[in-house]
């Protein structure tokens, strides 16, 4: 069983960066593919970003791509969200997931393992 913890949310202006963070344990953190996606009332979880265990490629979603970087550190168990240029509509919770698998999923349904979410707010 893989617990997330996500971290480093927070309030800032448009253009500001961001940073935020994921911790993962009980699990074997190298095999798992990791993803961001995010979330805004009424909606369903959005893919953001994923990285998959083995090669460190990553994805992004078109709406993310240029502005936001997903990185992941095996030896820490940590993934992580660089955001730069933010954008209000990029205002949401932020989760971390996690799963095992050939390919790198793009919907919540390809993930089994979650943080509990961490509020980003871009003001304009």
């Known amino acids: 069983q893989v617990q997330l913890v996500e971290s480093g949310g927070g309030l800032v202006q448009a253009g500001d960066s961001l940073r935020v963070s994921c911790a993962a344990s009980g699990g074997t953190f190298t095999i798992y593919n990791m993803a961001w996606f995010r979330q805004t009332p009424g909606k369903e979880r959005e893919f953001v970003a994923a990285?998959?265990?083995?090669?460190?490629?990553?994805y992004y979603a078109d709406s993310v791509k240029g502005r936001f970087t997903i990185s992941r550190d095996n030896a820490r168990n940590t993934v992580a969200l660089q955001m730069n240029s933010l954008r209000p509509e990029d205002t949401a919770v932020y989760y971390c997931?996690?799963?095992?698998?050939?390919?790198?999923?793009?919907?919540?349904?390809?993930?089994?393992?979650w943080g509990q979410g961490t509020q980003v707010t871009v003001s304009s």
């Open positions: 990285i998959n265990g083995r090669y460190f490629r990553t």
């Open positions: 997931a996690a799963d095992v698998g050939g390919g790198v999923g793009r919907s919540q349904y390809d993930y089994n393992y």
